[in-house]
């Protein structure tokens, strides 16, 4: 069993720079794709970024693509989202995700991963 834990979430203005950290229990984190995803008010979640476990295949989409860097930590057992250039489209509540992984991939779907933390609230004012 893995627990996920996010922390970094916040009131931002827009143009501003947050950072999201996920910490996963478990012994084995060298072999978790991990992901983000969030959820905005009375909006379906969505996929946001994910990293393979070497740390060599991310993806993004596309309303995020270059102004979010994900990135994990793994001697720390720690992954982060950087989020640079915020507006207020990017309110909402943000959710680390997890997979155990024989693959180096970064997949987008919420079906791809197991495990979820109970999410960070970023919100981004105008």
């Known amino acids: 069993q893995v627990q996920l834990v996010e922390s970094g979430g916040g009131l931002v203005q827009a143009g501003g720079s947050l950072r999201l950290s996920c910490a996963p229990s478990?012994?084995?984190?060298?072999?978790?794709?991990m992901g983000w995803f969030r959820q905005a008010p009375g909006k379906e979640r969505e996929f946001v970024a994910a990293?393979?476990?070497?740390?060599?295949?991310?993806a993004y989409a596309d309303s995020v693509k270059g102004r979010f860097t994900i990135s994990r930590d793994t001697p720390e057992n720690l992954v982060y989202l950087q989020m640079d250039i915020l507006n207020p489209e990017d309110t909402a509540r943000y959710y680390c995700?997890?997979?155990?992984?024989?693959?180096?991939?970064?997949?987008?779907?919420?079906?791809?991963?197991?495990?979820w933390g109970q999410g960070t609230l970023v919100t981004v004012s105008s």
């Open positions: 995700a997890a997979r155990l992984d024989s693959r180096d991939h970064a997949p987008r779907a919420e079906g791809d991963y197991t495990y």
């Open positions: 990293i393979s476990w070497s740390g060599i295949n991310t």
């Open positions: 478990g012994r084995t984190f060298s072999t978790y794709t």
